[in-house]
């Protein structure tokens, strides 16, 4: 029997106490996250910037790059699915792409969902598969394919797209390279080069999946994925220097008094404050 490690993909189950919180340290996921609140109610936060309070029987969905912070306000126990593009079927694809495509003017919005029947059945017997130590590998695949499977039976077609919008697009194999890999690259060449793609020819699906350039787009996620960092109490500014490969103190000095009009300590200050300056135009 093939048993899954924590490390890969798959669900898992946890709890937490009262007034306990737990983050990504400002450092982006790897894998698509999908967190059900079994007991209790919590206050989770995304990319620094967007927070909703989640209570017992409901849901929320956090993306692939993206950070989260969690803090328990009453003790929770939560199930939660990770999983990457590689490994969704064709029919989930065929929704993060038509359903797209087919339902407009629905405002994205991080939020939670109520866990309608029978998905509650769902979660409560794969909690007891989980407790009983049953870790296959090729059990957590089934469970998947299952879930969304159910996903699309019981909820809207606008109730989705909401949900999933951050990882739905036209070309969704596209945009997951994109968004898997838009905290390494450092250019529109290398992100060319990547997706096996000309410059022109990533510059047009660029623009037609993201509406904007490749170089544009990059820069607003590294601005936004500094002030996320920032707003961790345990990042200290030389981190961000190490994380973004600035050569000296200096020049990430002038690339924050660019882009967002301020020295660096100024920057922490605001963003600490829970007032971050916003980029500059």
């Known amino acids: 029997m093939n048993y899954k490690t924590d490390s890969e993909t798959g669900f898992s189950t946890g709890s937490a106490l009262r007034g306990e919180c737990f983050d990504t340290d400002g450092h982006p996921l790897d894998t698509n996250r999908l967190i059900f609140i079994l007991q209790g109610s919590a206050s989770i936060t995304r990319d620094g910037e967007e927070t909703v309070f989640v209570d017992e029987g409901q849901f929320v969905f956090i993306p692939v790059s993206s950070s989260y912070t969690c803090e328990v306000i009453r003790q929770v126990r939560y199930l939660c699915l990770s999983f990457t593009h590689d490994h969704i079927s064709f029919c989930d694809k065929y929704m993060l792409e038509n359903y797209f495509k087919e339902v407009k003017d629905v405002e994205p919005g991080f939020g939670p969902l109520a866990v309608r029947p029978p998905i509650d059945l769902f979660l409560s017997l794969l909690q007891v598969y989980l407790s009983s130590g049953v870790n296959c590998v090729h059990l957590h695949e089934i469970k998947e394919k299952e879930l969304f499977i159910l996903l699309r039976a019981v909820y809207t077609r606008e109730e989705l797209v909401r949900l999933f919008y951050p990882i739905m697009g036209y070309r969704v194999d596209f945009k997951s390279i994109v968004l898997k890999n838009k905290d390494t690259v450092t250019s529109r060449d290398e992100l060319a080069r990547l997706t096996g793609m000309s410059v022109s ?22 601005n936004r994925r500094i002030l996320t960092m920032l707003s961790f109490p345990t990042v200290r500014i030389k981190d961000i220097i190490n994380e973004f490969n600035f050569s000296t103190p200096a020049s990430f000095n002038r690339y924050c008094k660019v882009h967002f009009g301020c020295a660096p300590r100024e920057l922490l200050r605001y963003v600490r404050e829970n007032a971050a300056r916003p980029e500059k135009e």
């Not at 999946?209 to 170089?215: D, I, L, R």
């Open 201 to 222: 020819d990533l510059a047009r699906k660029f623009r037609a999946e993201f509406g904007e350039s490749p170089y544009s787009w990059l820069l607003k996620q590294k």
